[in-house]
T-cell receptor, first 113, second 111 residues
Framework: DGGITQSPKYLFRKEGQNVTLSCEQN?????MYWYRQDPGQGLRLIYY???????QKGDIAEGYSVSREKKESFPLTVTSAQKNPTAFYLC????????????FGPGTRLTVL | AQSVTQLGSHVSVSEGALVLLRCNYS??????LFWYVQYPNQGLQLLLK??????LVKGINGFEAEFKKSETSFHLTKPSAHMSDAAEYFC?????????FGTGTSLTVIP
């Protein structure tokens, strides 16, 4: 089955620690995205990648980093510089950047203890 | 610049009643418009999308939406609500190399 997987489903982090969220897709999509979701605020774009070895900051990139070394993988690192990292993180992909339908993974819920 | 506004962060309907979730957009170029549904602790699932073909778009689970350019609206409807429709619904607009989501509408279905 084609789709997007995110792991882990739930993640707990101590303050001051970096943590990496996994996102893998087997849809052969060029574009991939990371969103953060907080109650009542909808989805906010963290980073996006239009193609392998390229990525751009979204609206709330501070305290986050990404890499796109392979077409199917787009991991997100939440660094200790992110002051309020507790949130639900969603990864998405699309055939082409922006105008195409975005397909979402199941999400990772990150909690900082 | 593009944006999307969802009117009503919470909507409650009785089971069997009409569902109407409102979405208005602004776009300087012809937009693509989407409705997504999200169940608790899950990702977003595409319900339907408008891509400049027919203005009335039918989606999954009995939902449909009508693109009205004069009103800059793309409201989501379903004739008869089912308990399984209880979820968060997001409208999204894509135009000019940008993609924006609304803040979402939480739908409650009352038995």
């Amino acid at each position: 089955d084609g789709g997007i997987t995110q792991s882990p489903k739930y993640l707990f982090r101590k303050e001051g620690q970096n943590v990496t969220l996994s996102c893998e897709q087997n849809l052969n999509h060029d574009a991939m995205y990371w969103y953060r979701q907080d109650p009542g605020q909808g989805l906010r774009l963290i980073y996006y990648s239009q193609i392998v070895n390229d990525f751009q900051k979204g609206d709330i990139a501070e305290g986050y980093s990404v890499s796109r070394e392979k077409k199917e993988s787009f991991p997100l690192t939440v660094t200790s510089a992110q002051k309020n990292p507790t949130a639900f993180y969603l990864c998405a992909s699309s055939i082409l950047f922006s105008v195409d339908t975005q397909y979402f993974g199941p999400g990772t819920r990150l909690t900082v203890l | 610049a593009q944006s999307v506004t969802q009117l009503g962060s919470h909507v409650s309907v009785s089971e069997g009643a009409l569902v109407l979730l409102r979405c208005n957009y602004s776009s300087s170029v012809p937009p693509y418009l989407f409705w997504y549904v999200q169940y608790p602790n899950q990702g977003l699932q595409l319900l339907l999308k408008y891509t400049s073909a027919a203005t009335l778009v039918k989606g999954i689970n009995g939902f449909e939406a009508e693109f009205k350019k004069s009103e800059t609206s793309f409201h989501l409807t379903k004739p008869s609500a089912h308990m399984s429709d209880a979820a968060e619904y997001f409208c999204a607009v894509s135009a000019g190399n940008q993609f924006y989501f609304g803040t979402g509408t939480s739908l409650t279905v009352i038995p």
